[in-house]
Structure formats: structure tokens, C-alpha cells
């Protein structure tokens, strides 16, 4: 059975065919709040066009979302598309994973339910490098043992440039030294070490508050910059967040 899996997320809203329970294709479009149901139906349309997707094949269409204004434009513009009803995932969709709160987001439910659905048998976290930098644990039984939210790392340098004058854009990936000479290399040291420093900080923090050496995933749209750089995170996987929303909705 062919899926479309859609992850709406505060800046970018990613799509995953899903041919069973392989994700074969994947593509990112920016989020913009105030996007019109003829404005995705038409983008969406074109996407399809280039990866070869034909609408009448897809049987299923399952949505994630933690922007709730976009989640009825999405769904109006799939029914448009495809003629069918979007599955709508979120934290009370029933799972393995037991959420324990009723201010988790989307999201994190669904990076959980991956994580406990891809790698069985041990405690696990996801360190999501979104809008927000998250780190989200769960054990071996699905019981959600706990989540850090922090500001994200794009976001925090945007903030950065956006409230200097003089400080530049800069591209986020390791500096050539991590002492700089000059501005740029100074911001790239700051952007990645620094948060580098706080990811491996919170996986010691968690490792030690259960007790246990956790099997690490990172996910979300800078975490190739940091897996290189780190042996605490153990697998990198941008489209874990769509795999979680698609066990989450496959059987619906």
C-alpha cells in the first residue's frame, strides 16, 4: 500500500512517500502559516509531477501537525488532490508509547513511537534539531520517561544576527578551528560547539537520571552537522519524525 506521511512543522512541512513501511521518496517545502488550500493544492501538485507521483495511487495520506491553523488548509488541499479523508495523527493517537502528558507535542509523540517501534528492547532518545532542539526519552516498556525542549540552534542564530548590527549571516557547519579569528568562524564555533556541548550534556543528564546507557537518534534539519562530531548520538535519520507519524496512522 502506497502513503503520502506529512510532518507540518513551525518552518518546514516534509512529505514521505511511503511504499509499506519504507519511506522511498521525501521532500521539504517551507511552512508559511497564512499558505491558502489553492496554494498547497497547485505546490503539491507540482511536486508530484516531479517525483512521479500519481494521486490516484496513493491509498493513504496520514498528517502530523503542530501548526493547527495549517492542519485544516492540509487536509482541505489532500481531499482536493487525492478524494480522500487525511488521517490526522497527534498525541492521543493510541500507540505502544505511552504519551503521559497532554501538552506533548505532535511531534515528540511521534519521534517516541519511532524510536520504540525501530529499536526495541532498550531505552532510547531522540534529539530533534528543530524550530525548538529537543530531547525526548522513552524506555523499553513505551513509557515516556521525559522531554527537554531548548530554543533551536537556526533559531537562536537568527535571533543572533536579527539583534546585532554588525554580526553576518553565516552558514551552519564546523568551523576550521574552534578558537576564531575572525567573525565568521567565531559564530560557526559558537553555533556548533556551543550546542554541541548542550546535546551531549543532556544525553550524560538523562543517561544518569535513569540509569542506563541510552541508545541516541538524532533527527530534524541541522542534526547532519552535529552526528559528525559526537560519539553520544548514535544514528542520524532526518525522516524519523515522518516513520513515527506513519506507525502512528498506518493502521487507521
Not at 23 to 38: E, G, L, M
Not at 86 to 101: E, F, G, L, Y
Not at 146 to 175: F, M
Not at 200 to 214: A, L, S
Request: charged content about 20%; hydrophobic content about 40%; some cysteine.
Amino acid at each position: 500500500m502506497n502513503s503520502i506521511v506529512i510532518n507540518v512543522g513551525n518552518s518546514n512541512i516534509r512529505f514521505g512517500l511511503f511504499n509499506g513501511d519504507n519511506c522511498d521518496i521525501s521532500w521539504v517545502i517551507n511552512t508559511k502559516p497564512y499558505r491558502t488550500a489553492d496554494e498547497l493544492y497547485v505546490q503539491m501538485l507540482m511536486l508530484y509531477q516531479t517525483y512521479k507521483i500519481e494521486p490516484t495511487e496513493i491509498n493513504k495520506v496520514i498528517i502530523g501537525s503542530v501548526v493547527p491553523q495549517l492542519t485544516k488548509v492540509m487536509s482541505s488541499g489532500i481531499k482536493k488532490i487525492h478524494g480522500i479523508t487525511p488521517v490526522i495523527v497527534d498525541r492521543n493517537t493510541p500507540s505502544a508509547v505511552q504519551a503521559k502528558s497532554k501538552q506533548m507535542g505532535t511531534d515528540i509523540y511521534a519521534n517516541l513511537v519511532a524510536a520504540h517501534n525501530l529499536y526495541p528492547n532498550r531505552k532510547k532518545i531522540v534529539i530533534d534539531f528543530g524550530t525548538a532542539l529537543t530531547a525526548s526519552c522513552v524506555a523499553e516498556t513505551g513509557e515516556t520517561l521525559g522531554v527537554i525542549i531548548a530554543p533551536g540552534i537556526v533559531t537562536s542564530l537568527n535571533s543572533l544576527i536579527n539583534q546585532t548590527a554588525q554580526l553576518p549571516d553565516i552558514e551552519l557547519k564546523k568551523p576550521k578551528s574552534v578558537l576564531g579569528l575572525d567573525t565568521v568562524t567565531c559564530m560557526q564555533s559558537g553555533m556548533v560547539y556551543g550546542f554541541l556541548g548542550m546535546v551531549e550534556g543532556f544525553v550524560t543528564r538523562i543517561n544518569d537520571e535513569v540509569n542506563d546507557d541510552c541508545f541516541v537518534v538524532a533527527t530534524g534539519g541541522v542534526s547532519h552537522v552535529y552526528k559528525p562530531l559526537t560519539d553520544k548520538i548514535h544514528v542520524m535519520d532526518r525522516l524519523h519524525t515522518l516513520k513515527g507519524l506513519y506507525f502512528l496512522g498506518k493502521d487507521l
